[in-house]
């Protein structure tokens, strides 16, 4: 008996409920990743580059961090003044680190994306692409380039829009740690759910659609791969069993038809 079909049941009508669908998505992503050959392999060399990001990215900080806020605000002498000096430091690297994870291990393993999206939606069944074309690879090349620069511009604004919080004396940074964190999530949301709708060409204008009309899904999804950063040795895997994730999100949302026929099924109609 063959297994069950690994692609959400999403309903059409968007509910709070449904937070919880977008982050049980990781472990059904986990479960994917282990009944596959093909995606473990995959998801393995993206764990061990993403293992050598994070421990760089923590050291950087570490020895970095203190000077670069010191040259802003210098350390007070008293001892309140040095807590909340220390403060600010620590709220604001968890927040550096989280951002930094989204765009250096994405980037070091750009080339693995798109072979785990496509290895995902083959055990979904059907949903393959068209067949290769030079002016299909060069126009995903661009409209991935597209996304990949919008979703930056976005992520890096609304945190830079957040940035004034820290002049509130006292709880400023505290807002800004939980507003920058929920800033995070959406965007991280977008930036899963943007890899296999990238690989099919769908406008950057969908992928705002989907997080705008299901706002509870999308970051229950954002949240769980929040959270998947800060558990040692998983969090590894974090950018794998979130393209995996963001992929069984997408097969869940054409399969509800809560999103048009891909850009590339008309292209592959074409003789």
């Keep these: 008996m063959p297994p069950p079909s690994p692609i959400p049941s999403i309903s059409p009508q968007p509910r709070l409920a449904d937070f919880f669908q977008g982050l049980g998505l ?80 994405p980037l070091l393993l750009a080339p693995l994306q798109d072979p785990l999206s496509e290895a995902t939606e083959a055990l979904c069944g059907g949903g393959d692409g068209p067949p290769f074309t030079l002016s299909s690879f060069v126009r995903g090349i661009v409209t991935g380039l597209a996304h990949t620069l919008a979703r930056l511009f976005f992520l890096l604004a609304g945190l830079t829009l957040l940035l004034p919080l820290h002049l509130l004396p006292g709880v400023g940074s505290l807002l ?6 929920l800033w995070t999530m959406t965007w991280m949301a977008g930036e899963f759910l943007a890899a296999p709708m990238t690989r099919h060409l769908y406008p950057f204008a969908e992928v705002r659609r989907m997080l705008r009309q299901h706002r509870a899904l999308t970051l229950g999804l954002g949240a769980g791969v929040y959270l998947l950063l800060w558990v040692p040795i998983l969090n590894t895997f974090f950018l794998p069993v979130a393209i995996v994730a963001g992929t069984l999100m997408y097969r869940g949302l054409r399969e509800a038809n809560l999103l048009p026929p891909p850009p590339t099924s008309s292209q592959g109609a074409l003789p």
């Design 26 to 105: 990781l472990g059904r992503a986990f479960g994917l990743i282990f009944r596959s050959r093909r995606l473990f392999v995959l998801s393995a060399l993206c764990a061990a580059v993403t293992a050598v990001a994070l421990v760089g990215l923590a050291w950087l900080l570490w020895h970095y961090a203190p000077g670069a806020l010191g040259s802003l605000w210098t350390q007070p002498e008293s001892w309140y003044g040095r807590g909340a000096w220390y403060a600010v430091l620590v709220l604001s690297c968890l927040v550096l680190w989280v951002v930094g994870a989204n765009i250096v291990p």
């Design 176 to 181: 800004w740690t939980v507003l920058g964190a």
